[in-house]
């Protein structure tokens, strides 16, 4: 049972163009939202958060887009660039489903061509 | 400030040999994670502490599985035997606790790769 999904596994852009990465989900009890950023042979990172009583967040070139009646989620990256190239994870958790755990998508690879 | 260390970064064992990771979170981080990233997929928790206390260990697989955080710092997670399965990156990542739960960023380390042949 895959509560959260990244349908698109890879995505590809031209620099200075936008990126947009989605995540759909299905528990409708999760009430809070992240993106992770993971370049090879490194651990994800985290990028930005929001919650559910938010549509949307922003910080610089990173805006994640909530869309909770169709448990929809998105980031926005503009203007993309070359060092934005890393796969991308959505998770997602709230204090009703098992309190702290993350539950992750399957990432997405985003490629930023120069 | 460090950031999570783990090792080995990578290990190659035989089946039904035994194998463990070893992770040291940041400096007064209390929560501490072991997470499992199978090839191509996101990263599932394996099991949760809060400082010594494993809080969230219900997606540990207890029969060949176990971990240890003595004295509530630096954890181990152990797998034995291993089987072909168990091939994956192991991910440490720590945490502290600001008061919600959402409010914890979670650090992760480089993670360890496993391949059991």
């Known amino acids: 049972d895959q509560q959260v999904k990244q349908n698109s596994p890879s995505l590809s852009v031209q620099e200075g163009r936008i990126s947009i990465l989605n995540c759909d989900y299905t528990?409708?009890?999760?009430?809070?939202f992240l993106w992770y950023k993971k370049y090879p042979a490194e651990g994800p990172t985290f990028l930005i958060s929001?919650?559910?009583?938010?549509d949307k967040n922003e910080d610089g070139r990173f805006t994640v887009f909530l869309n909770k009646s169709a448990k929809h989620l998105s980031l926005h990256i503009v203007p993309s660039q070359p060092g934005d190239s890393a796969v991308y994870f959505c998770a997602a958790g709230g204090e009703e489903t098992s309190g702290s755990r993350l539950t992750f998508g399957e990432g997405t690879q985003l490629t930023v061509n120069p | 400030e460090a950031g999570v260390v783990q090792s080995p970064r990578y290990k190659i064992i035989e089946k039904k040999q035994p194998v463990a990771f070893w992770c040291n979170p940041i400096s007064g981080h209390n929560t501490l994670y072991w997470y499992r990233q199978n090839l191509g997929q996101g990263p599932e928790l394996l099991i949760r502490?809060?400082?010594?206390?494993?809080?969230?260990d219900s997606q540990l697989p207890k029969d060949r599985f176990s971990a240890e955080r003595l004295k509530g710092v630096d954890s181990t997670l152990k797998i034995q035997p291993a089987e072909l399965g168990d091939s994956a990156v192991y991910l440490c990542?720590?945490?502290?606790?600001?008061?919600?739960?959402?409010?914890?960023?979670?650090?992760f380390g480089p993670g360890t790769r496993l391949l059991v042949l």
């Open positions: 990542a720590s945490s502290s606790r600001k008061g919600v739960w959402y409010q914890e960023t979670q650090y």
């Open positions: 528990n409708s009890m999760f009430d809070y």
């Open positions: 502490y809060e400082n010594e206390e494993a809080v969230d």
């Open positions: 929001i919650s559910s009583i938010k």
